[in-house]
């Protein structure tokens, strides 16, 4: 056996097929990583929506079992004081202070048929460089951002 073969399971491999599997590699790896990273950054984003999705929901739920608006500011507070997103996908900036209906929550009791409403709205960031890449890149197709809007029956305010 010379010094530039080696035998693997009867077959010869010789260094230029070696070198052929690693530059094979390197043109392969920045794509696999790509797709890696694409994945794990979707799936932060996913999070950040599931968040904010539970929050407005817990929103709805402990809204529709109060009677006035100062209760609602309550529960808008209590829900929303320590959200935190995991990513730089989204803005949404409820209120937290005084729980005031915004441009990304609102609150409100429909008379007509004894719902509460709670509708929220989360900008996509354009500071932030991966989400602005893929919304140039998608345009206007995506939107510009993402609305959640939940109600709940009340039967508490009269």
């Known amino acids: 056996m010379s010094f530039n073969k080696c035998i693997f399971e009867g077959v010869e491999i010789t260094k230029t097929q070696k070198a052929q599997g ?16 694409g994945i794990i950054y979707f799936g932060m984003a996913f999070s950040d929506y599931l968040t904010m999705s539970n929050s407005v929901r ?27 997103f995991a ?3 989204f803005i949404w900036q409820p209120d937290t202070e ?13 008379n007509s048929s004894r719902n509460v409403v709670v509708t929220a709205h989360a900008d996509f ?13 998608m ?13 709940m029956y009340s039967d508490v305010r009269k």
């Open 22 to 37: 690693i530059v094979e590699f390197a043109l392969v790896l920045p794509l696999f990583l790509l797709l890696v990273m």
């Open 58 to 84: 817990s929103i709805a739920h402990d809204a529709s079992l109060r009677q006035t608006e100062a209760d609602y500011r309550n529960v808008v507070i209590n829900n929303t004081r320590n959200l935190s």
């Open 87 to 89: 990513n730089d996908v």
């Open 98 to 110: 005084a729980g005031q209906n915004n441009k990304y929550l609102s609150v409100e009791f429909e």
């Open 125 to 137: 960031n354009k500071k932030s460089a991966i989400a602005n890449a893929f919304y140039n890149l």
């Open 139 to 151: 345009g206007e197709k995506i939107g510009n951002g993402i609305n959640i809007r939940y109600s």
